[in-house]
């Protein structure tokens, strides 16, 4: 049986043969990240020198217009966030219970990996797909019609195996030796989960959360299956506040009310042949980045918070 036994010489050349290969591999990681970066500052400095004339205090407090110059988003941003609020209380509190029951309660049985496959797949399910579900749920089985509740609720399905599997992670990576430590002690399995698994938990869900909001407040397929309104010049009426004659709306009228999006605004801007328009939809373009990247940024301070403040 024969040996090779390598020399000094010969193992330096090996080291520095493998550093060699980090080095370039580094090197090339670095140039491509260089090029993506480069890409996405030119677009946007595009998208900013083109909208920045548009970005004043009348362009979020007009409604959409026929003129170009006095087109503003006020209905599109509010609409935003109405839908988002119905989507986070449609979505968040459902897929959360659903993560902390098939990870701490539910049997493993095949029943239990039927679904988990299922809501893997569905996290990947193109967008267009809620939008022609909740058309025929939401807006012609359960007649909400047009409306911010139907918008919110679609979102909140497109959303839900998003939230859904960031719990599960979430849980996932809390030691065991959390749990049997609390049950030790006598907790049940509920306390545990209420004081122990969730708080430590709840820094990986919020990202979850946060970062499926952020795609849900970007979509358009699913909006416009459902029958937004390109074109509106209105808000959802505020509660108690006098609608028509002796008559006050009612403290959740406004989920019923028609709506637009900053998308929708986007997509009928770009789609009209007014060059004036390229513009306004540049300027909504910008905001609707910065109001994405705001909520990835509140995700990210918000898990430094919580994870600062945990102590196992």
Known sequence: MQHSTLTAEQVRALIAKGKLKDTLFQALGIFFLGIGLIVIFLLVGDMVMRGAERLNLDFFMNFASRRAANAGILSAWVGSLLVMTVTAFAAVPLGVAAGVYLEEYAKRNWVTEIIEINITN???????????????????????????????????????????????????????????????????????????????????????????????????????????????????????????????????????????????????????????????AAAAGFVLMVMVLSMNAIAIWLRYKMRKNIKW
Do not use: K
Not at 167 to 189: K, W, Y
Not at 199 to 205: K, Q, S
């Open 122 to 280: 569905l996290a990947a399910v193109p967008s267009i797909v809620y939008g022609l579900l909740s058309l025929g749920i939401f807006v012609y089985a359960f007649g909400f019609g047009q409306s911010i509740l139907t918008a919110g609720l679609t979102l909140a399905l497109l959303i839900l195996p998003i939230v859904i599997v960031s719990t599960r992670e979430a849980i996932r990576a809390i030691p065991a030796m959390i749990r049997e430590g609390s049950m030790a002690v006598g907790a049940t399995r509920w306390q545990t989960c209420r004081y122990h698994i969730i708080p430590y938990a709840m820094p990986g869900i919020l990202t979850g959360v946060i970062i499926g909001l952020a795609r849900a407040i970007g979509e358009t397929a699913p909006i416009i299956t459902i029958g937004a309104l390109t074109f509106i010049a209105f808000l959802p009426p505020a509660p108690f506040t006098e609608v028509s004659a002796g008559v006050n709306a009612g403290l959740f009228d406004w989920l019923m009310s028609p709506f637009t999006v900053m998308p929708i605004q986007i997509f009928n801007w770009t789609s009209r042949p007014d060059p004036a328009f390229e513009i306004n």
